[in-house]
């Protein structure tokens, strides 16, 4: 259930055309949805402002259709995060208005438009980052954070990045995607006063580790204030940008 869809029916109570019975027991039944091999949360809307997003790795495209449908069937948009080109597929069947962006594997079906939450910048330090970068862009758009890419302005070459600080400044919250030595958000964190949100990626030759290095240095940042995520988490990104934003 969602927000507007409880004021509604709390609505129709107070107009009369919706009994007290009928409205608890709506309410009631809502909480979630029984699948067999999943309970999807219908009340994660309600409950903290979006729908349950969908983690498509390790899932069956069958199975990431269903989850899907439960949700649109109750109203809500739909989000899959990690999907592959069978998933889309699926989805696609299903809804024909489903969109997929294949770089970042992000799968949306948006009925319902999210009110504008803000504005995000989004800032890359090398096109290698992209998917990562891709991925964090899907899921705000989803949620009604619109955003501006600021693309391959990596420390390696600062004079691209101070080319563009006056634009990055002027979002309501900046991330920051990069991998390697994971230099960027700190840098990025000195320039400007809006919250700055850092996501580490595995991108980088083998002292990298599969981004342990980028998260590392990214948390010993010398910038204060500066969120981190988990390595190519993009969606964790979009996620805290979204709970700054909508208070």
Known sequence: MTPDALRALLQAVVDGTVSVEDALRRVTHAPYQELGFAKVDTHRALVQGAAEVIYGEGKRADEVARIAQALLERGQNVVVTRADAATAAALCALAPDARYVERGRVLSVVRTAPPRLGSAALVCAGTSDLPVLEECAAVCGAWGIEVERFVDVGVAGLHRLLAVREAIDARDVVIVVAGMEGALPSVVGGLTKKPVIAVPTSVGYGTNLGGLTTLFAMLSGCSSGVVVVNV???????????????R
């Open 232 to 246: 190519d988490n993009g969606f964790g990104a979009a996620a805290a940008a979204r709970r700054m934003l909508a």
